[in-house]
């Protein structure tokens, strides 16, 4: 493949370049939009709807579709009517024309490899370190590419109706059809998962929005004013579509398909949206805080390290306050994909929880930090047991007090301080 070496130069692992592709500036609750008739991507507010500015425009991109921010820091969007797909910088301004296809459509990344939905070649076609083309189903014209629990689903339109089929990300082969012709879809531009797991699916031609449950039986429908076509969740939990012959993003209230209004302000002028796609969404992260009861959980502010899985090296980092329910919101990178968390926080040991960002159902961590870890070795041991002698029942403002040893939090180091540590004894940081 000619793109190939393209990715071999940064390479997956060569995290010099991910620093510098990750540094897209963050922006809280936030979707781009294709505006196909426009010849750009922009970026708004998944709100209130306030536009956030240009991600893509000028360099030749004519009927954008699909769109990804890639591991490179770079936005990649299907221009479809030249046959492209073009890079854009974090400013909005043209980089390359990185790959020619026929009539590029959605587009995502898979383990840092783009794949692209073909249109007029009736492929999927993954494009990096690993690349295939799937094989050819002549009259099945491949639509929008998501990503689901390391599965990658594609819906399609063709003459028996439109539906949803799953491939093999590794070698491209057809797993079959996720949710097959004839259960009322026709034209199946956009579709995604919701917060509780349900699938929407939107079907243009018909006008309606389909629900389905995990196993592909229908759950109803909603008729749209027009021609529903990309359809993502807003950080509300509403579900976000752009209509056909519509300037604006349609607000649906769910699972009651209640109309909202539209998503746009009137200085907000776009001639045709189309795909819609999420950028930083939230990572929500549940934690809680063994062996201290005063207070519970610790007030102030916890620093998550964010990195590739595996790695062990951090590309970004978020600081957040916890909620006195013991949750932290962090923004995930633009570069939607896995994600290693790491939190490391006062006397507790280091661990790491795995996210996908792709993946509505996997965008949360539970973090069940064990204490004891009073010099911040990240390791329970002797040292931690000395330094806990040393304050052992003295009280804050007493001399010989060190805030350290206090595992409880109740400003006295005593008996429960010792049982904290000696649950904890021997036990290491950095667990998965």
Same mark, same amino acid.
């Given at each position: 493949m000619r793109n190939k070496g393209k990715f071999d130069r940064f390479g997956r692992e060569v995290l010099a370049s991910v620093l510098l592709a990750l540094t897209h500036a963050a922006h809280a609750g936030t979707v781009a939009v294709a505006d196909y008739s426009g010849n750009r991507v922009v970026m708004v507010d998944d709100v209130s709807g306030v536009f956030r500015g240009s991600i893509a425009n000028g360099g030749g991109l004519l009927r954008p579709f699909g769109f990804a921010y890639g591991p490179?820091? %770079?936005?990649?969007? $299907? $221009?479809?009517?030249t046959n492209q797909v073009k890079r854009y910088n974090s400013l909005g301004i043209f980089v390359d024309n990185y790959l020619a296809t026929p009539k590029p !459509?959605? %587009?995502?990344?898979?383990?840092?490899?783009?794949?692209? !939905?073909?249109?007029s070649a009736y492929t999927v076609t993954r494009n990096g370190i690993v690349s295939w083309t $799937?094989?050819?189903?002549?009259?099945?014209?491949?639509?929008s590419v998501v990503i689901k629990n390391g599965h990658l689903y594609v819906s399609f339109n063709s003459t028996a109706g439109g539906g949803i089929e799953e491939f093999d990300p590794n070698s491209g082969a057809s797993m079959g059809d996720l949710i097959p012709t004839g259960r009322g879809i026709w034209d199946a531009q956009g579709f995604g998962w919701g917060p509780d797991g349900t699938l929407y699916v939107t079907s243009s031609n018909s006008q309606k929005i389909l629900r389905f449950n995990s196993g592909g039986q229908s %759950?109803?429908?909603f008729t749209t004013a027009g021609q529903p076509l990309g359809l993502r969740f807003n950080s509300n939990g509403e579900l976000l579509s752009t209509i056909w012959s519509n300037t604006q993003v349609a607000r649906i209230a769910v699972p009651g398909f209640n109309a909202l209004g539209g998503l746009l302000p009137e200085s907000v002028q776009l001639v045709q949206p189309w795909y819609i796609e999420l950028v930083n969404p939230s990572i929500e992260c549940q934690m809680t805080f063994g062996g201290r009861t005063n207070p519970v959980p610790p007030s102030g502010t916890v620093t998550v390290e964010i990195g590739f899985p595996g790695t062990g090296t951090t590309i970004q980092s978020r600081t957040a306050t916890i909620q006195s329910s013991g949750k932290i919101s962090i923004l995930a990178p633009s570069f939607l994909s896995e994600y290693d968390l790491r939190i490391k926080f006062g006397t507790f040991l280091t661990q790491t929880r795995r996210v996908d960002t792709r993946d509505s159902s996997r965008s949360k961590a539970t973090f069940d930090l064990v204490n004891g870890d009073c010099d911040g070795s990240d390791t329970v041991d002797a040292s931690d047991y000395r330094l806990l002698v040393g304050s052992l029942g003295k009280s804050q403002g007493e001399s010989g007090y060190d805030s350290r040893a206090d595992l409880t939090g109740d400003n006295t180091v005593n008996a429960a301080d010792v049982a904290v540590f000696s649950a904890s004894f021997s036990k290491t940081g950095l667990g998965q």
């Amino acid at each position: 493949m000619r793109n190939k070496g393209k990715f071999d130069r940064f390479g997956r692992e060569v995290l010099a370049s991910v620093l510098l592709a990750l540094t897209h500036a963050a922006h809280a609750g936030t979707v781009a939009v294709a505006d196909y008739s426009g010849n750009r991507v922009v970026m708004v507010d998944d709100v209130s709807g306030v536009f956030r500015g240009s991600i893509a425009n000028g360099g030749g991109l004519l009927r954008p579709f699909g769109f990804a921010y890639g591991p490179d820091g %770079l936005l990649y969007v $299907s $221009s479809y009517g030249t046959n492209q797909v073009k890079r854009y910088n974090s400013l909005g301004i043209f980089v390359d024309n990185y790959l020619a296809t026929p009539k590029p !459509a959605g %587009l995502t990344f898979y383990d840092r490899d783009l794949v692209v !939905a073909n249109q007029s070649a009736y492929t999927v076609t993954r494009n990096g370190i690993v690349s295939w083309t $799937s094989p050819v189903r002549q009259g099945r014209i491949y639509q929008s590419v998501v990503i689901k629990n390391g599965h990658l689903y594609v819906s399609f339109n063709s003459t028996a109706g439109g539906g949803i089929e799953e491939f093999d990300p590794n070698s491209g082969a057809s797993m079959g059809d996720l949710i097959p012709t004839g259960r009322g879809i026709w034209d199946a531009q956009g579709f995604g998962w919701g917060p509780d797991g349900t699938l929407y699916v939107t079907s243009s031609n018909s006008q309606k929005i389909l629900r389905f449950n995990s196993g592909g039986q229908s %759950l109803g429908s909603f008729t749209t004013a027009g021609q529903p076509l990309g359809l993502r969740f807003n950080s509300n939990g509403e579900l976000l579509s752009t209509i056909w012959s519509n300037t604006q993003v349609a607000r649906i209230a769910v699972p009651g398909f209640n109309a909202l209004g539209g998503l746009l302000p009137e200085s907000v002028q776009l001639v045709q949206p189309w795909y819609i796609e999420l950028v930083n969404p939230s990572i929500e992260c549940q934690m809680t805080f063994g062996g201290r009861t005063n207070p519970v959980p610790p007030s102030g502010t916890v620093t998550v390290e964010i990195g590739f899985p595996g790695t062990g090296t951090t590309i970004q980092s978020r600081t957040a306050t916890i909620q006195s329910s013991g949750k932290i919101s962090i923004l995930a990178p633009s570069f939607l994909s896995e994600y290693d968390l790491r939190i490391k926080f006062g006397t507790f040991l280091t661990q790491t929880r795995r996210v996908d960002t792709r993946d509505s159902s996997r965008s949360k961590a539970t973090f069940d930090l064990v204490n004891g870890d009073c010099d911040g070795s990240d390791t329970v041991d002797a040292s931690d047991y000395r330094l806990l002698v040393g304050s052992l029942g003295k009280s804050q403002g007493e001399s010989g007090y060190d805030s350290r040893a206090d595992l409880t939090g109740d400003n006295t180091v005593n008996a429960a301080d010792v049982a904290v540590f000696s649950a904890s004894f021997s036990k290491t940081g950095l667990g998965q």
